[in-house]
């Protein structure tokens, strides 16, 4: 069966359209300075040789379904949403100290290796982290050049721009909460919530939705479906992803199992772990997570706490019921047939990591 992502055969067009770019990018970096080839080869490694391209894909079919038409300049500015998800994996693996990013060292790694390969000056690994933050700051620039350079019209491009902006906004200060919540030991459900809407919820389905739908210039009514779809849809994706983070397998998630543990995030599935604690597993959860070293008999032991406490089921069946009230608010609104398909594909997707 053909993946939702790749109906319209969106996938690859999404591809060339940023294969495109870049190859301009290039040049304009070589004409700059030799030395920039580095960067041009990191972001086209980081945004060509991995990515499901969702987010695309949810404003593509949020602009089909609110009746606009198909063309190869509105997929170059749904494109751009790939450059702000670069940026936030980019910085949110620096942050996170992660290694690896798909299976492929992560940007500050590979820079550090770089240094480190050429005998230069210094200390490797504070270059590879600067050098992390300015890609990750470059890739956000260059969503903004490739969105108003698509040609997809000076009305549509006006009408996208809030949204484009609100969103990079959004995801930016729910990053800045998600490194907030540890340091802060707030173990809550409504701030674990919190930030999943804001960090990953709104920007990964009902932004780009919301994008879409701006470039069609679409009626309230739509508008409020696609909220009423993306939002609980956005974050049923980001709990899955959480799930994965504690349970998953490194093949699937290219990352080491348990990380999210040794990273020390309070997730919705760790706050709910925490609400039903007793106090012995609350201080194996305090003394656990965030911990580096955490070896795998005691990330597996931090695994059967959550499990015990009935936190995996009830955040299953949160999940459930999040992917529920998506499907609800999508029925009721006046979206195109063709996308409504996609989106209820997308939805059940999103929800099992099947894309």
């Given amino acids: 069966m053909t993946s939702p992502l790749d109906r319209a055969g969106l996938r690859p067009r999404v591809d060339q359209a940023l294969s495109v770019f870049l190859a301009g990018q290039r040049a304009r970096l070589l004409s700059i300075d030799d030395a920039l080839a580095d960067v041009a080869d990191a972001l086209e490694a980081f945004v060509l040789r991995g990515g499901k391209r969702l987010r695309p894909a949810f404003a593509y079919w949020g602009f089909r379904g609110a009746g606009g038409a198909d063309s190869e300049q509105v997929v170059t500015a749904v494109a751009a949403l790939e450059w702000v998800q ?14 690896t990013r798909r299976g492929e060292p992560s940007v500050h ?37 490739m969105l108003h350079g698509s040609g997809a019209g000076l009305a549509a491009l006006a009408r996208a721009r809030t949204v484009f ?7 930016t200060v729910g990053q800045y909460l998600d490194v907030l919540t540890p340091v802060t030991r707030d173990t809550s459900l409504e701030r674990a919530a919190k930030v999943a809407r804001y960090k990953a919820a709104k920007y990964t ?20 479906v696609y909220s009423g779809y993306g939002l609980p849809l956005g974050e049923a994706f980001q709990f899955r992803d959480d799930v994965l983070g504690v349970f998953g397998d490194p093949g699937q998630t290219g990352k080491p199992a348990g ?25 194996e959860l305090d003394r656990g997570l965030g911990d580096p070293e955490l070896d795998e008999p005691a990330v597996q032991r931090l695994r059967d706490i959550i499990v015990e406490t009935g936190a995996l089921d009830r955040t299953e069946a949160h999940i459930k019921a999040l992917y529920e009230a998506a499907l609800t608010a999508l029925e009721k609104g006046d979206v195109a047939d063709e996308a409504r398909t996609v989106l209820e594909e997308l939805a059940d997707a999103a929800t099992r990591r099947a894309v």
């Fill in 86 to 99: 670069a940026a936030a994996l980019i910085h949110d693996d620096l942050m996170d100290r992660s290694d």
């Fill in 109 to 145: 790694r590979r820079f550090a290796g770089k240094h480190k390969a050429a005998g230069w000056h210094g200390d490797g690994d504070h270059f590879g982290d600067n050098a992390a933050v300015l890609l990750g700051d470059l890739a956000l620039v260059w969503s903004d050049e």
């Fill in 165 to 171: 902006d609100e969103m990079r906004t959004e995801v």
């Fill in 205 to 224: 389905i009902e932004r780009p939705l919301l994008l879409g739908a701006a470039l069609a210039g679409a009626s309230d009514e739509v508008r409020s």
């Fill in 259 to 283: 990380d999210d543990l040794r990273e020390g995030k309070r997730t919705y599935l760790i706050a709910a772990a925490y609400e039903k604690a007793g106090a012995t597993d609350r201080a």
